[in-house]
């Protein structure tokens, strides 16, 4: 049994399994109808998600099996030990998927856990969505991907840590433009900052102009974590954050005369990290990767079934 809270511990030829599988049974989906029968991932969510829940239960069902959504504040999550309700939950599914906001919860819930359990993103981890990225860059990179340059523009955080570990594994170049070159927020992780200074693939640099020149593809995301976006309690440092982020904004005049695929892995803020014309820019391949996220959990779910 592998459990998948973050992709530290997978090889790099697990990882192209992963992603390569993918591939096949989004080609081949009639092939693959059977392939979870009479199995069910409990679908527990700490936090919102619209792109998690929806593509984890319709690959579920898609293959065969049955996904079960768990809103923590409803359930008796909220009034008991994690790892005795998780206990439970692994007597009657046969694998678990979680967003939660803390990794250390989402390691309590492994601890007391009979089956694999998945991370559906926390504050420090988002592999679920890394895996989608580099299946998307595949799809729209002709050659082998480790010729493709990636570059990720804003402020590091789940997604760009699961992008360090993923991209350092498999040799895709990686260029952080982040106005601090060092996270020192709650999503800091001590083994991602140790690859940023060390891998031959991954680098970092403030300056967005020089550093997307020549890119396959620019990635942006949140300048804010989703719990905070609304939160009145954080409207201060929310404002604070927006100034100091303003130059990394992806617009018409950052991308000029750029012949390079623009992603976000969603939501959306408009208006923030990305102007509303560049989402739907020729060049956006953001839709399609949203659309991903259904074809990545097919081929991630195949393999920790295999594992199992
Ligand atoms: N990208 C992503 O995880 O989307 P959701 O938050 O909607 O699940």
Redesign the pocket.
Known sequence: MRHIPNLKDLTSAELQEILEKALVIKANPGDFRNLLEGESLAMIFQ?????????FEVAMTELGGHGIYIDWATSNFVLSGIEYETEYLSRNVSSIMA?LLHHSDLLRIISGSQVPVIN??CEKF?P??ALTDVLTMMEHHEGDITSARLVYVGVQNN?SNSLVILCSKLGISLTLVTPDEIDNGETRDADVQDIIRNSAVITHTRDPVIAIQGADFVYTDTWID?QYFNDPDHEVEKLARLEKMMPYQINEKLLAGLDCRIMH???IHDGFEITSDMVYDDRSIIFQQ?EN?LHAQKGLLWWVYQQA
């Open positions: 936090k919102t998600s619209t792109r998690t829940r929806v593509s967003r559906g993103c988002h679920c969505q997604v989703m892995d969603m939501p949203a996220r």
